[in-house]
Nanobody, 117 residues
């Protein structure tokens, strides 16, 4: 089992920055994809950014150039640096660890990000 705990959410004005962290505890995997997802009110959960064990990254089009995902293997932690935040970035942000080609798929409890205009 893997437990994921997010932190770093909060209320920020448009144009501001936040850094989210997601620390994993429990089992560790040599190959794992770590990602951040966002669920805005009344909308489905969507991928914001992901990073593989080989450091391949993937970003949603609307966050490219503003958000940066990174990882620290030693700490089993993934980060999301969010700059130039917009009101439409508001939502609950969830981290997710998945092991490709296996059933291992873990989610954090979510952290609220609110961007005021």
């Amino acid at each position: 089992q893997v437990q994921l705990v997010e932190s770093g959410g909060g209320l920020v004005q448009a144009g501001g920055s936040l850094r989210l962290s997601c620390a994993g505890s429990g089992n560790r995997f040599r190959i794992v994809t770590r990602g951040w997802y966002r669920q805005a009110p009344g909308k489905e959960r969507e991928l914001v950014a992901s990073i593989t064990s080989g450091d391949d990254t993937n970003y949603a089009d609307d966050v490219k150039g503003r958000f940066t995902i990174s990882r620290d293997n030693a700490k089993n932690t993934v980060y999301l640096q969010m700059n130039s935040l917009k009101p439409e970035d508001t939502g609950v942000y969830y981290c997710r660890f998945t092991v490709p080609t296996t059933r291992y798929d873990y989610w954090g409890q979510g952290t609220q990000v609110t961007v005021s205009s």
